[in-house]
């Protein structure tokens, strides 16, 4: 069973084998986590996440999916990349937040990751809400199958640290 953890503070600075990133589709770096892991890790994940755009994902990586690159300048050993849905009032899509988890944890335990840090997936500018977002990301890691030993929910600030908590 994965041992589930909540810590604020900077995903970038977990030292844990690898680090989830809320990627866009592009995998070309933006705003919130995904440009602060782009920033620290520096040009090696850009790199990598370009090869992918190259080869497998020219369209972009779909959402709900996840793939990996290296960590670059991180503590990690990788990086995680998965594309959260856009949160919409009139369409529940859930089960394709839910996904970014599942998938995310396939791709760890792909790479033999033990440890994965997680940020609060489709919060910041897809505007999920952050109550119904921690109930779901926390269900998802519990009911997940994997080796995983240990899952970390980063949160940026007291509210999205105190919903997961709540969950």
């Known amino acids: 069973m994965v041992r589930i953890s909540f810590v604020q503070g900077d995903i970038t600075e977990q030292q844990v084998d690898a680090v989830v990133n809320a990627a866009n589709s592009s995998l070309l770096g933006g705003g919130g986590v995904d440009g602060a892991i782009h920033r620290?890790?520096?040009?090696?994940?850009?790199?990598?996440?370009?090869?992918?755009?190259?080869?497998?994902?020219?369209?972009?990586?779909?959402?709900?999916?996840?793939?990996?690159?290296?960590?670059?300048?991180?503590?990690?050993?990788?990086?995680?990349?998965?594309?959260?849905?856009?949160?919409?009032?009139?369409?529940?899509?859930?089960?394709?937040?839910?996904?970014?988890?599942?998938?995310?944890?396939?791709?760890?335990?792909?790479?033999?990751?033990?440890?994965?840090?997680?940020?609060?997936?489709?919060?910041?500018?897809?505007?999920w809400p952050m109550d119904d977002a921690a109930r779901i990301a926390v269900r998802a890691v519990r009911e997940a199958d994997t080796a995983v030993s240990e899952v970390r929910f980063v949160l940026f600030d007291d509210a999205a640290y105190e919903a997961f908590v709540a969950q």
């Open 40 to 127: 620290q890790g520096g040009p090696e994940i850009l790199a990598a996440c370009r090869d992918l755009r190259a080869s497998r994902y020219g369209s972009g990586l779909p959402t709900g999916r996840a793939v990996a690159t290296t960590a670059g300048r991180l503590p990690a050993r990788w990086v995680i990349h998965t594309v959260g849905p856009v949160w919409q009032s009139h369409e529940d899509r859930s089960d394709l937040l839910a996904s970014c988890y599942r998938e995310s944890l396939r791709v760890a335990d792909e790479l033999g990751a033990h440890t994965v840090a997680f940020p609060a997936v489709s919060t910041g500018v897809y505007r």
